[in-house]
């Protein structure tokens, strides 16, 4: 054993060998691997579900639409089979007549561009555009006459694979004919192409690595956004997997798919109840991993980091206790030139800061005796030095609990370490941690390194997942609810934490070029001493001035630390809370300012760090905030459709209840012909036979 090695610390000796500071290390290596593979593992698990949900939804959206779309073809067939007068034509399989009435349906209806008619017991009589090939042929095997027939209403049948024109995929929708008695006097049939109704479902925006299929009751594609349907009829390949399946409500599935060689692909699956339609929605694995690299990044870069720490940490250790045995060595052979000399060298050419200090008057204060040349270059500190005060060389330490480290340790005997702080005076300002121990000859040493960078990097990585965190929180509420009000809610309660704000608030420039507030911090409404009603009332239709106006008017982010000297200050209205400090950052779309959000009371006042955070935040606001408006456009267009539609169909059945009236009126006028001619036979007869 070396003379070094017999003066180290018994608690700390074995940090000194290096092959025990790299067992520790590969111990805290696994540790950290395996805290990020978990926490890694529970995101995956998350998004997954989330995905999943957001599938099932989608699914059971899809086949709403679907729905909708087969629904109002069946109603408008339905109302056409009602009609008297194709009754009749039905009845006397007229066929000028029953054409007529085809001609008008395939106008109105959306991709009825085959539409026949069969008797009731499934012989075709005629079809529009005339299809010789079919007339006269008894269909009664096919599904669509079985289902009618069975069911006595509407029904759509499975798909089949068109014989003439486009020899695509196609499915029958069929409506019933009846008579005054209720009984089946014929079938309306229409063969409604895949590819119309492959048109609604293109709509659908699709992220990567999703699709849509929707299949008839035996798994026939009707239409997919990842198979080939139209040309020739098609099964879902993983239709058997989920067969079993007879509920409406979505349910999803994890299946191997053989068409991607065994890959997993995971289904969400719906069924119409009434027409025995199926829809499913597709995601591969991939679209499941990506949204998670970045954050695999993120927690890989922050193990690193944090081993990283660890290492410097272990290695630090290592070399403080190497520092106090060559201290405790040197302190023995203080004598000794030789000795001397070596501890010299050792002091200047340690890395880190070591300030030797002499107790004065009882711990009261601390002469300092030596500084090495990591502790000058530091702190800044020129040569002369000795003799003097801790406080005088170092203010920024006057009145600071390190001191009191330093008395504890002086007293006791026993080292402590202080944690890293921000040492700050006229001339400089820098993070450090200390590690304070005392010589056997009374004096206290204060080993300490300069930790700025590490600090400032770990900062603004706290800093960064702060805002990350905050901006999917607004996201997430922003798909969660259409509410504006609860999504700007969301980004104020997030600006107010990562901000360390007291209250603040959220509003737009209205048309008449005033200000509404939709969004307050509930500890702004806490801090209020007005009514909420009156409060309330007073945030609406807003005059843009003072303070917060500034943002609005100048069009940019504003930080104002000393609200009571700003020239432009107005004053806050009665019962208002106190403003110490401010912060605001304008609300821009396309440009254009169209609101702000604002920020107040932060206890050390405002810097650029949280400005460039608002900015950012705000910018993610603006886009929850323009997705909301999209939405509700949406609505709007759609009410307005759906009253239009309303209109229209009332308009028609206006129009075919008059042209009912005028042929009755026509029809009784010609009986009435009929009966006045036969009168004047009968008395012109009468007439002769008396000459």
Not at 214 to 234: E, H, P
Not at 411 to 434: I, M, V
Not at 548 to 563: A, F, K, M, T
Not at 654 to 668: G, Q
């Amino acid at each position: 054993m070396t003379p070094e090695e017999s003066h180290q610390p018994e608690s700390l000796a074995w940090l000194a060998k290096r092959s025990n500071v790299v067992w520790l290390s590969l111990i805290f290596f696994l540790i950290i691997s395996m805290a990020s593979f978990f926490l890694i593992h529970g995101h995956y698990r998350d998004t997954k579900e989330q995905a999943f949900r957001e599938d099932r939804k989608s699914a059971k959206l899809l086949s709403l639409i679907v729905e909708a779309y087969l629904n109002d073809i069946r109603s408008t067939m339905e109302s056409y089979a009602s009609r008297p007068l194709l009754l009749e034509a039905v009845r006397r399989k007229d066929v000028l007549a029953a054409k007529q009435h085809l001609t008008s349906l395939s106008r109105i209806g959306s991709g009825m561009d085959s539409l026949l008619i069969a008797d009731r017991k499934g012989t075709i009589w005629i079809s529009l555009p005339d299809r010789p090939d079919v007339l006269g042929k008894n269909f009664a095997w096919r599904d669509w006459h079985r289902g009618v027939s069975r069911e006595k209403k509407p029904y759509i049948a499975d798909a089949v694979q068109r014989v003439t024109a486009e020899k695509d995929t196609a499915i029958h929708i069929a409506v019933p004919i009846f008579d005054e008695k209720g009984a089946i006097i014929g079938i309306l049939l229409n063969t409604q192409r895949a590819v119309e109704v492959g048109k609604i479902l293109q709509q659908a925006p699709l992220e990567e690595g999703l699709s849509i299929s929707v299949t008839d009751r035996n798994g026939t594609l009707i239409y997919s956004s990842r198979y080939a349907y139209t040309k020739a009829l098609a099964r879902y390949p993983l239709f058997d997997a989920v067969k079993k399946t007879t509920a409406a409500a979505p349910s999803t599935f994890s299946v191997a798919n053989p068409a991607e060689r065994g890959e997993t692909y995971h289904i969400s699956h719906t069924i119409l109840p009434d027409t025995g339609l199926h829809v499913f929605v597709g995601r591969d694995q991939r679209s499941i991993w990506s949204p998670l690299w970045p954050h695999m990044v993120q927690m890989i870069t922050i193990s690193i980091l944090l081993f990283l720490c660890v290492i410097l940490l272990l290695l630090y250790i290592r070399k403080r206790t190497m520092i106090q045995s060559a201290l405790e060595n040197l302190q023995a052979e203080k004598e000794i030139s030789a000795g001397r000399s070596r501890f010299r060298e050792l002091f200047n050419q340690f890395k880190g800061g070591v300030v030797i200090y002499q107790v004065i008057d009882g711990g009261k204060d601390f002469e300092i005796l030596e500084l090495n040349d990591a502790a000058r270059r530091i702190t800044k500190v020129d040569q002369n030095f000795k003799g003097k005060s801790i406080r005088d060389i170092y203010p920024g330490l006057a009145n600071h609990t390190l001191l009191t480290t330093f008395q504890n340790v002086w007293r006791t005997g026993e080292p402590e370490e202080y944690p890293t702080f921000l040492y700050q005076d006229d001339k400089q300002a820098f993070w450090a941690d200390n590690y304070v121990f005392k010589l056997p000859s009374g004096e206290v040493v204060s080993v300490f390194d300069d930790v700025t960078a590490r600090k400032l990097a770990a900062d603004k990585i706290s800093r960064q997942t702060r805002l990350l965190s905050a901006i999917n929180r607004l996201f997430a509420e922003t798909l969660k609810s259409q509410n504006r009000e609860a999504a700007a809610q969301t980004c104020l309660a997030a600006a107010l934490s990562i901000t360390d704000s007291e209250f603040g608030f959220i509003g737009e420039v209205n048309p008449d070029g005033l200000f509404n507030t939709f969004a307050v911090s509930d500890t702004g409404w806490s801090a209020c001493a007005m009514p909420q009603k009156e409060a309330t009332a007073s945030l609406q239709n807003m005059i843009i001035r003072g303070v917060w106006g500034q943002v609005i008017l100048r069009e940019q982010s504003l930080i104002i630390n000393d609200p009571g000297a700003f020239p432009e200050r107005v004053g806050v209205p009665e019962g208002h809370p106190p403003l110490t400090s401010f912060l605001g950052a304008p609300l821009k779309d396309e440009g254009k300012t169209i609101g702000m959000i604002a920020l107040a009371n932060r206890a050390d006042g405002y810097t650029g760090e949280q400005r460039e955070d608002l900015e950012q935040l705000a910018v993610s606001l603006v886009e929850a905030l323009r997705r909301n408006k999209a939405e509700e456009e949406v609505k709007k267009m759609n009410l307005e459709l759906e009253k239009r539609v309303a209109e229209r169909t009332e308009d028609l059945l206006t129009k075919t209840a008059e042209l009912e009236r005028i042929n009755r009126v026509f029809v009784d006028r010609e009986l009435r012909m009929r009966e006045l001619k036969a009168r004047i036979e009968e008395l012109e007869k009468k007439a002769t036979s008396n000459e």
